[in-house]
């Protein structure tokens, strides 16, 4: 299995929180190794650093390796998916 490279691109696209799953061929997902959170591109956490980073194609891929979702993705995650849900905070 070929490694996701974090381009200069998607890097940016990470420090600015923008999601990608709409894009085709990238990545939805990146993991902290320092910490073994993962977390989805447009999660408002706080910016790991470069070399820390970790790129997976999806939830389960980053789960096999040993990261687990980071509380904040999980919640957003949930309201995306569950559309009667009354929101608790403004986007
Ligand atoms: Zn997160």
Not at 4 to 25: C, N, P, V, Y
Not at 31 to 60: H, I, M, Q, Y
Not at 67 to 86: D, L, N, P
């Amino acid at each position: 299995m070929a490694a996701l490279e974090l381009t200069d691109a998607l890097w940016a696209a990470l420090i600015a929180r923008t999601a990608l799953s709409e894009q085709a061929g990238s990545p939805g997902f990146y993991g902290v190794r320092s910490t073994k959170v993962f977390c989805d591109f447009g999660c408002p956490s706080p910016r790991p650093r470069r070399e820390n980073v970790r790129l997976f194609a999806s939830a389960a891929e980053a789960e096999a390796a040993g990261f687990r979702r980071c509380k904040r993705c999980a919640k957003r995650a949930e309201k995306a998916v569950s559309h009667s849900a009354t929101p608790d905070q403004a986007m």
